[in-house]
Nanobody, 122 residues
């Protein structure tokens, strides 16, 4: 069973940066609509940034101008560059993607990563 594997979380001080990465655990045919969500304690999971299936990007208003989503299509990998981090960015960050596992099966399924903790504190 393919999994999305996230990395790059950690503990930083306000104003610092982190870069998250997410990639499938095994070879796949293709992935689209890759993105990042987050969930803080006691809150619902929310969109942070994501690519649409058409390739455009969506950002939460709270991260516009500070976070940048990018991808390496050849590696089916998505990144989230987080700059000027604030304590309110503290959350578990989850990767999401629609994955087509095989060329001979024309179907995309929705996958989530296990989450990576980002803590912003002085």
């Amino acid at each position: 069973q393919v999994q999305l594997v996230e990395s790059g979380g950690g503990l930083v001080q306000p104003g610092e940066s982190l870069r998250l990465s997410c990639a499938p655990s095994e070879n796949i045919f293709s992935a689209n609509a890759m993105g990042w969500y987050r969930q803080a304690p006691g809150k619902q999971r929310e969109l942070v940034a994501a690519f649409t299936s058409g390739g455009s990007t969506n950002y939460a208003d709270s991260v516009k101008g500070r976070f940048t989503i990018s991808r390496d299509s050849a590696k089916n990998t998505v990144y989230l560059q987080m700059d000027s981090l604030k304590p309110e960015d503290t959350a578990v960050y989850y990767c999401n993607a629609r994955i087509r596992r095989y060329s001979f099966i024309a179907r995309y399924d929705d996958y989530w990563g296990q989450g990576t903790q980002v803590t912003v504190s002085s």
